[in-house]
């Protein structure tokens, strides 16, 4: 499990800098559901969940995991960075932080393990300039 969290900080750092700061980014298994985690992600430059991004997000994760690795995930679950708001509490950032013992509920599910990796609420999506405003 080391090595995965060791190899996941290296693809958010990757990611973060080709396409900018991810607003949340855990590894979470729901209570009731397979051990596998999801990959829970929220980033303004994936506020609109466009196929290319989450194609791009995954290429990324998949190249840099081993297969055993990929077997543990589930699947990538975006997230708006409006909805993240609840697990600002955590903040994590230079580690990830296992939040398995909180008992904490996110997307209407419990979790039952998982690791926070990004929790920054504070990353706002650009403000968009209406035609005719100036720079």
Do not use: C
Request: hydrophobic share 45%; glycine share 6%.
């Amino acid at each position: 499990m080391n090595e995965l969290l060791k190899n996941i900080s290296k693809v958010i750092r990757r990611v973060e800098a080709k396409k900018g700061p991810f607003t949340f980014f855990a590894l979470f298994s729901y209570e009731g559901e397979s051990d596998l985690y999801d990959v829970v992600v929220s980033a303004p430059w994936l506020d609109e969940a466009k196929l290319e991004d989450l194609r791009y997000l995954s290429t990324e994760i998949a190249g840099e995991l081993s297969q055993d690795e990929r077997m543990m995930l589930s699947r990538i679950a975006p997230v708006m960075t409006t909805s993240i708001t609840a697990v600002a509490h955590i903040g994590a950032r230079d580690q990830p932080v296992d939040v398995s013992d909180l008992g904490m509920s996110f997307l209407d599910g419990k979790v039952k393990a998982g690791f926070v990796f990004v929790a920054n609420p504070a990353v706002k999506r650009p403000a968009i300039q209406s035609a005719g405003q100036s720079h």
